[in-house]
């Protein structure tokens, strides 16, 4: 009579996850997008969740166990819902979640960074901290008891770090050390905003500081103890790495089709750089300014950022809204240093309703000598900021992210698919060229080359480093021997291949992606295509597989394994 009971009940589950409606999948999905968001805080209030804004994850073994069984079995469940009758867009939702519960179980189950990379904890402390500051959600005095919150949870997070890092991995240690030193001085200089904005709560903010940065200190001289038993390699292995990209990326081409493309497209480029013949530099002399401050430097780069929107949208390739968020430059904080040398972008939450983005730049001086001041004075003057702004800004991650992010559909609006977020910024610097932003100066074409070849070896390094065929020693010879030598810069761009699979490949992979699309839609509609009107239609969808945009689309779907 048991065995009945629980066949009915199996029946019955079976039977209600196949008939479910789409009104249902999504009432569904609004639960699973909380579990995620209970699981890890931080990530939630990155993307603009604020309800456990209080809170850092909870990495006790009991609690990894308990989400690595939800997770498999929201897999499951998922994989016996029928999608027949489904719109497009509510079929490629479906598949998205599903992803996006995939990507989830990876790191926890089948690769357990959680078990090898100290930065699961320190970047869960560190970055709770400062996306609490960083985003613009809520007056200070409804930010400080959740300061609280997380200041007080960051001792538990650092003993379960020391009972689950059973398997470290050397660079992962080397790391997470460089980064947990700076983010403890931002922890204290986020501490000091909010004492001096609260100065009778002082001793209670320095209390709470004191055992957080205590707790994290220690875990440091912990992590570099462990530097010596570590002996596990960052390879995920062929197989996981071509699972991530046909489950996760939801790619349709595998590590060795992608392994030939960057080597193809290197020879491509570095031939093609080697046949230009560049005019003489401008070695005119000029008169520097008398001053120059760090301020007025900040400035010129958000001139450059604003001149680079009004040309994309006085050139008509891409519609934006008048309420469109600003992009703000700022240095780049000192605990992301330990992975970013050069530049990047940080977007707005998903679901904050301030867009403001920030472009991070390279740390500036108080002061300019002037030697400094001469320099400077000169790359404003040949505007040499002006393609960083094209990456980054627009038409690159800004306008893409911030378009994303009026997507109405939750699901789509938590996705962060790097191949089409990387791939269309590095789209943007070939199209911005072609376009005219630089007449023609070929020397920013070359910087398009160079672009280009960067990103093919990116490719050729990422599949060597997560297939085993490359160690990080190699990757750096690898990259100085094909680059040029910068081992400054290529030490933080291989922890970060490290630690992150598949995103180093996701630049090159996703701009030949939207290029195929593009020709596609080109033929298409070979007496009506409008570049401006592709690119309004790429960018509604959200930040999600390229794939799935040319399914929908008819575009097409695989890059070709050449240029």
């Known amino acids: 009579m048991k065995a009945i009971v629980i066949a009915m009940i199996i029946l019955t589950v ?40 209080s809170l850092l994850a909870d990495y006790s073994k009991g609690n990894i166990e308990s989400h690595i069984k939800y997770f498999q079995g929201e897999v499951e469940f998922l994989s016996k819902i029928d999608t027949t009758g489904w719109t497009i867009d509510q079929s490629i939702d479906y598949r ?27 970047d869960q402390c560190i970055n709770g901290i400062y996306y609490l500051a960083l985003r613009d959600f809520a007056p200070l005095e409804v930010k ?12 538990g997070v650092c003993r379960a770090a020391r009972a689950n890092l059973t398997e470290p991995v050397a660079i ?8 947990v030193d700076e983010g403890v001085k931002l922890i204290q200089d986020v501490c000091r905003t909010f004492a001096d904005s609260f100065p009778g709560q002082g001793s209670q903010i320095a209390a709470a500081r004191d055992s957080a940065v205590a707790a994290l200190r220690d875990f440091n001289v912990h992590i570099m103890g462990l530097k010596a038993s570590a002996n596990t390699g960052p390879a995920i292995g062929k197989d996981n ?34 046949a230009i013949k560049l005019p003489a530099k401008d070695t005119t002399a000029r008169f520097p300014l008398p001053s120059l401050s760090k301020q007025d430097l900040l400035d010129y780069y958000q001139w450059e950022i604003n001149k680079a929107r009004d040309w994309a949208v006085g050139k008509g390739l891409v519609t934006l809204p008048p309420d469109f968020g600003r992009c703000v430059p700022v240095e780049t904080p000192p605990f992301l ?11 707005p939450g998903a679901f904050d309703s301030i867009q403001t983005g920030f472009f991070y730049v390279r740390p500036l001086p108080d002061s300019f000598s002037a030697e400094q001041r001469t320099s400077n004075f000169d790359y404003i003057h040949r505007r040499g900021f002006r393609g960083s702004v094209v990456h980054e800004a ?3 991650h800004h306008m893409q992210l911030l378009l994303a992010n009026r997507q109405e559909s939750r699901i789509r609006k938590i996705q962060q698919n790097l191949i089409l977020i990387e791939g269309w910024a590095l789209y943007s610097e070939e199209m911005a060229y072609r376009e005219g932003l630089y007449g023609e100066d070929l020397r920013q074409w070359n910087g398009v080359l160079g672009g280009i070849r960067f990103r093919a070896v990116r490719i050729i390094v990422d599949i060597g480093l997560h297939t085993g065929a490359m160690t990080p020693d190699s990757a750096m010879q690898f990259m100085n021997a094909k680059l040029g030598e910068n081992p400054f810069y290529y030490t933080a761009e291989i922890r970060r291949y490290c630690l992150y699979p598949t995103s180093a490949l996701s630049y090159l992979t996703g701009k030949t992606m939207i290029m195929a699309m593009r020709e596609q839609a080109t033929r298409q509609d070979r007496d009506s295509f409008r570049l401006g009107a592709f690119h309004d239609r ?17 575009w097409g779907k695989s890059p070709k394994t050449g240029p």
Do not use: C
Not at 144 to 155: D, N, S, T, V, Y
Not at 255 to 269: E, F, P, Q, R, T
Not at 339 to 346: C, D, L, N, P, S
Not at 538 to 553: Q, R, T, V
């Open 538 to 554: 790429l960018l509604s969808e959200g930040s999600i597989p390229p794939a799935m945009i040319a399914e929908k689309y008819g």
């Open 394 to 396: 627009y038409p690159g």
């Open 241 to 274: 790495l071509n699972f991530m990209l046909s489950e996760i990326d939801l790619l349709d081409i595998d590590s060795d089709s992608l392994l030939s493309l960057g080597k193809n497209i290197y020879a491509w480029a570095d031939s093609q750089m080697k």
């Open 14 to 53: 079976t039977s209600v996850a196949a008939a479910m409606s789409p009104g249902q999948f999504y009432a569904h999905a609004d639960s699973v997008i909380d579990r995620l968001a209970r699981f890890d805080p931080v990530w939630a209030t990155n993307l603009g969740i604020h309800t456990y804004d």
């Open 172 to 179: 992962f240690v080397e790391t997470s050390v460089e980064a």
């Open 96 to 122: 998205l979640l599903v992803a996006s519960v995939k990507s989830q179980l990876f790191p926890l189950k089948k690769f357990p960074y959680w078990k090898r990379a100290p930065s699961v904890y320190s």
């Open 337 to 347: 240093r330990a992975t970013i040398r050069g530049i990047a972008y940080e977007p």
């Open 144 to 155: 400080l008891p959740l300061l609280f919150g997380r200041l007080r949870r960051i001792p």
